[in-house]
T-cell receptor, first 116, second 114 residues
Framework: GAGVSQSPSNKVTEKGKDVELRCDPI?????LYWYRQSLGQGLEFLIY??????PDKSGLPSDRFSAERTGGSVSTLTIQRTQQEDSAVYLC?????WGRGPNIQYFGAGTRLSVL | AQKVTQAQTEISVVEKEDVTLDCVYE???????LFWYKQPPSGELVFLIR??????QNEISGRYSWNFQKSTSSFNFTITASQVVDSAVYFC???????????FGKGTKLSVIP
C-alpha cells in the first residue's frame, strides 16, 4: 500500500477482554515497529520485527502483551486481559532499510484503544 | 542510555510569526541520527528530517529550518512565517547507528492562531 495501515482506528473494550491490533506496513519494508503513545508518557517503544523475527521484545510492558508478524508483512499486537492503564494510542511504523537510508520510520495513524 | 528533552510542552503563536522548537539530546554513541516528526490532529506521525551526527550543516526546507549543534547537544527546529496548518505536535527523536529504536521527546504542541 501507499502507507502504513492500521486497524481498527478506534477500539473500545471492557476491562479483562482481549484485543488484537493490526498493522499493514509499507510494501517491501523489512522492519516493523510498535510504539505506544499515552498521555504523560510520550511515545514508548514496544517491539521491533526484522522479517518475522522479533529480536527485541524488551519494550513490551507485561506478559499480557504479545505480537507476531507473518509473511514478513502484516503484524498483530495482542493485549490479553486488558486493563485501564492499557488505554493509549498504539502506533506502528515500518522501515525501508535499503532506500533513503537507515532508521527513517514511517508511521501509521494508530489505533486508539480505550479500556472501560 | 539515550534521552531526548523537549522542554516546551505547548507554544502558541500568531500566524506569520516565527517559532523555534527546542530539542536537547543525550547519548554516548559517537554515531547517531536525529529526527523531527510532525503529528497533526489526524494522528499520523509525518517524517520531516533526519540528520546524522557527522553533518552539522544547518538545513532549510521552505519555511522550515533546523539548527544542529553538537557542542550543546541540540537540534532545534524553526518555522518561519507560521501558518495555521503548522498546528500540530512536533516530536524530536534520536537513534543510534544501527539501532532500531527511536527515542522520542515528549513533544511540543504548537498552536498557530489566525
Amino acid at each position: 500500500g501507499a502507507g502504513v495501515s492500521q486497524s481498527p482506528s478506534n477500539k473500545v473494550t471492557e476491562k479483562g477482554k482481549d484485543v488484537e491490533l493490526r498493522c499493514d506496513p509499507i510494501s517491501g519494508h523489512t522492519a516493523l515497529y510498535w510504539y505506544r503513545q499515552s498521555l504523560g508518557q510520550g511515545l514508548e517503544f514496544l517491539i521491533y520485527f526484522q522479517g518475522n523475527s522479533a529480536p527485541d521484545k524488551s519494550g513490551l510492558p507485561s506478559d499480557r502483551f504479545s505480537a507476531e508478524r507473518t509473511g514478513g508483512s502484516v503484524s498483530t499486537l495482542t493485549i490479553q486481559r486488558t486493563q485501564q492503564e492499557d488505554s493509549a494510542v498504539y502506533l506502528c511504523a515500518s522501515t525501508d532499510l535499503w532506500g533513503r537510508g537507515p532508521n527513517i520510520q514511517y508511521f501509521g495513524a494508530g489505533t486508539r484503544l480505550s479500556v472501560l | 542510555a539515550q534521552k531526548v528533552t523537549q522542554a516546551q510542552t505547548e507554544i502558541s503563536v500568531v500566524e506569520k510569526e516565527d517559532v523555534t522548537l527546542d530539542c536537547v539530546y543525550e547519548t554516548r554513541d559517537t554515531t547517531y541520527y536525529l529526527f523531527w516528526y510532525k503529528q497533526p490532529p489526524s494522528g499520523e506521525l509525518v517524517f520531516l528530517i533526519r540528520r546524522n551526527s557527522f553533518d552539522e550543516q544547518n538545513e532549510i526546507s521552505g519555511r522550515y529550518s533546523w539548527n544542529f549543534q553538537k557542542s550543546t547537544s541540540s537540534f532545534n527546529f524553526t518555522i518561519t512565517a507560521s501558518q495555521v496548518v503548522d498546528s500540530a505536535v512536533y516530536f524530536c527523536a534520536l537513534s543510534g547507528a544501527g539501532s532500531y529504536q527511536l527515542t522520542f521527546g515528549k513533544g511540543t504542541k504548537l498552536s498557530v492562531i489566525p
